[in-house]
C-alpha cells in the first residue's frame, strides 16, 4: 500500500508562505494523480489542489487560485504545495492524497497522509 508523509506546516502570519512536501512511499508514485486537501475546524475536508501523473495539468480550488501551486518531482517521489500570500482563513490540516483518477472528489482518493498543521495568524 502507498503510504505518504506530509512535512513543512507550521505557523504563519498572514501573507506569508509555506511549502508542503509529501513524500511517497515507493516507485509506483508516479502512475498516481496526487492531490491536496485541508479539513479546517469544524468544517468538512475539501479539496485544495490537484496534479496528473506527468505533472502537466493541474487544477485548484477558487479560494487557492493565484495563491497556491501544486508540483510533483517524479523522481524523488515527492508532491509540493508551495502556498504564498497565506490567509487566517488557510488554517487547517493539510493531507495530502492519491488517486488512480483525475478528479478532485474526496472519496476518489484511495491513499492518505497523516496530515500536517498549517496555522495562519492574523
Known sequence: QLHLVESGGGLVQAGGSLRLSCAASESTFSSYVMGWFRRAPGKEREFVA???????NTRYADSVKGRFTISRDNAK????????????????????????????VTLSYAYWGQGTQVTVSS
Open 50 to 56: 490537484a496534479i496528473k501523473w506527468s505533472g502537466s
Open 77 to 104: 517521489n515527492t508532491v509540493y504545495l508551495q502556498m504564498n500570500g497565506l490567509k487566517p482563513d488557510d488554517t487547517a490540516v493539510y493531507y495530502c492524497a492519491a488517486s488512480s483518477l483525475w478528479t478532485t
